[in-house]
């Protein structure tokens, strides 16, 4: 199918549908969207779901994961306030599209994932767009990073059903942390944690649905 004048419309089309779907969910930063509309969903989705790449939906990628909706993506880089200053650590790399939107409004991102398949086709992709701001690990992340930390901002896309120890302690003063917490099977929240000078603040952002947060690191 070409790109021009298939069932779906052109390129330019796709791309104004793809983002007025995200503004009429809420993301509505203006640097957000920029970054967004910078980063081509479809080269982080491959096979036979490639082609419903810029629908607002989840979609299967290896390893038994998702990438994960493209309206929730901006909602969360949304909540997590980034600065072109920061350091931030996503826990969760998956496809790599996340990663790479936090690389535009980022200093630099270290994304990590228990799964070195994941970890390295997302590094094929960051190295084909030219994106050398991303450091990606295969790690527990729930452990957090702890040579690279402390961290201006984290973003966990992964459920776990309260907020990782590490991750809380890895986190600036100042820091925002933003991640989905419940179990696995049922609604979870996305909620936001600030760390003030005295302890940490919570606010709960809106019901959402991840995969769980898993324990220990796959080398398949
Ligand atoms: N942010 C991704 C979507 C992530 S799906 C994107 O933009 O495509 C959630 C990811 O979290 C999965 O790839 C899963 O392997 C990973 N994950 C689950 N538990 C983890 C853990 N303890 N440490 C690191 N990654 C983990």
């Not at 920061?86 to 690389?103: F, K, N, P, R």
């Not at 990590?112 to 590094?123: I, S």
């Not at 933003?178 to 929240?189: E, I, K, N, R, T």
Request: some cysteine; glycine content about 8%; proline content about 5%.
């Amino acid at each position: 199918m070409s790109d021009a004048g298939d069932q779906d419309g052109t390129v330019a089309e796709r791309k104004m549908r793809f983002l007025f779907a995200l503004r009429s969910r809420g993301v509505t930063d203006a640097r957000v969207l920029t970054a967004m509309e910078a980063v081509d969903r479809g080269l982080f989705v491959r096979g036979l779901f490639a082609e419903r790449a810029y629908e607002d939906m989840p979609l299967p990628i290896a390893c038994g994961q998702t990438i994960s909706q493209p309206s929730v993506v901006g909602l969360m880089t949304q909540a997590l306030e980034v600065g072109p200053r920061d350091t931030v650590l996503e826990v969760g790399t998956g496809s790599g599209y996340q990663a790479a939107i936090l690389a535009q409004l980022a200093r630099r991102v270290y994304t990590v994932d228990r799964h070195r398949r994941l970890v390295r086709e997302a590094e094929e992709i960051f190295a084909a767009l030219h994106i050398r701001n991303i450091v990606a690990i295969t790690a527990d992340g729930s452990r957090g990073l702890p040579d690279q930390a402390p961290f201006d901002r984290i973003l966990v896309t992964a459920a776990a059903e309260d907020p990782p120890g590490p991750l809380l302690a890895q986190l600036k003063i100042g820091g925002i942390m933003v991640l989905p917490v419940g179990q696995s099977d049922a609604v979870q929240s996305l909620i936001r944690v600030r760390r003030t000078e005295t302890g940490y603040e919570y606010d709960e952002l809106r019901p959402v649905r991840f995969v769980p947060l898993v324990e220990g690191v796959s080398y398949d």
